[in-house]
């Protein structure tokens, strides 16, 4: 599901199409021989819907609501299904009548949020956010990188309290998660903070088994930047490193696509600028 820039995540489980057809066959022999059973209605509807079927998820729906299933259920499954079509508006009615009941609702939270993004309420979007990370058990780390998101979309932004929402990710699954430690790192650049996001990728580096990534994405930072001397000799450590590495190593894929873009990066920064 596409957010305003970024790539939101619901907490929905995803399965293989063979295996989803499969479980959609075993719910259509179940409902053979209970066919008054809305559970089983409900529950291959959101089936169709995972898979995309969308007007089957909601003569799926249909039948469940005939056959008077959970009402609270139904409004929570056809909310989601309105966002997988697009249709905010009607999506954030039904996920609003959800939540009145069951409001610390973690799924439901973050598919509001996601509605909220996409129709610009980016700090209602927040405040489910803040919801579902305070009382998840195992938060996902994107869910802290989609909140941080919002903030920076907010008007003015709130960088200070997106980076410290994700240094409050990293202190809580670890600092080693690199989708935080980059999240980060892209978002102090974007605030103009350019030294704040070296010195993140310097951390992360010093404690690394391997920093070549590391490096290069420091190389990267700096010629963003500008920092044409300082990128070079980044780029030129990251070729060094690579080859003080085994030979094992040096031939993984993901070694020598680090070692051709450093390569690359140091030609570039080495050619003619324009009116030279």
């Not at 309105?82 to 999506?91: I, K, P, R, V």
Request: glycine fraction near 6%; charged fraction near 25%; include cysteine.
């Amino acid at each position: 599901m596409q957010g305003v820039g970024w790539c939101w995540i619901m907490a929905v489980p995803l399965h293989a199409h063979g295996d989803m057809h499969e479980r959609i066959e075993a719910l259509t022999r179940e409902i053979s021989k209970h066919p008054d059973d809305a559970a089983l209605y409900l529950r291959r509807g959101q089936l169709h819907q995972q898979h995309e079927e969308f007007a089957a998820a909601e003569a799926d729906y249909v039948e469940a609501e005939t056959r008077k299933a959970d009402p609270a259920a139904l409004q929570l499954a056809r909310g989601q299904l309105q966002l997988a079509q697009g249709n905010d508006a009607s999506a954030g009615v039904y996920l609003d009548k959800f939540l009145q009941h069951e409001p610390t609702h973690v799924e439901a939270r973050l598919a509001r949020a996601a509605v909220r993004v996409h129709l610009k309420a980016f700090a209602d979007a927040v405040d489910d956010f803040n919801v579902v990370l305070k009382v998840a058990q195992k938060p996902e780390p994107e869910w802290f990188i989609d909140r941080a998101n919002a903030l920076a979309a907010i008007q003015p932004p709130r960088y200070e309290e997106a980076l410290q929402g994700l240094d409050d990710g990293l202190a809580r699954l670890g600092a080693g998660v690199v989708t935080l430690v980059l999240a980060a790192v892209d978002l102090e650049i974007k605030a103009g903070r350019v030294d704040q996001a070296l010195a993140r990728l310097d951390r992360v580096a010093s404690a690394a088994a391997r920093q070549e990534s590391w490096v290069l994405r420091r190389g990267d930072v700096l010629a963003q930047a500008g920092r044409g001397t300082a990128a070079k000799q980044a780029y030129e450590h990251v070729l060094e490193l690579i080859a003080a590495l085994p030979p094992r190593q040096r031939r993984t894929r993901a070694t020598m696509d680090m070692e051709e873009r450093a390569r690359q990066a140091l030609a570039l920064l080495a050619a003619p600028k324009p009116g030279r």
